[in-house]
């Protein structure tokens, strides 16, 4: 299981846009600390449609920061 601090640190620093990377190939965007809630073993990322992904952390293979383009 990916150690969920990296992702909490992120949240309690300056906010960055990030991307979580997941073991079957798919990429979350979080566009902003509010899209995203932690719990023990798993996060949850709510999209701009209110649409929700439920990810174990056992499938976060990485973070990457996002780049914002205008």
């Known amino acids: 299981m990916m150690n969920l601090d990296p992702i909490r640190n992120r949240l309690n620093t300056v906010f960055k846009p990030f991307t979580l990377h997941l073991t079957d190939g798919r990429k979350i965007p979080v566009p902003h600390r509010e899209f995203i809630a932690i719990g023990r073993g798993i996060v949850v990322v709510v999209d701009e449609n209110d649409v929700d992904q439920v990810v174990d952390a056992l499938h976060?293979?990485?973070?990457?920061?996002?780049?914002?383009?205008n």
């Open 60 to 69: 976060i293979v990485s973070i990457e920061d996002r780049i914002l383009q």
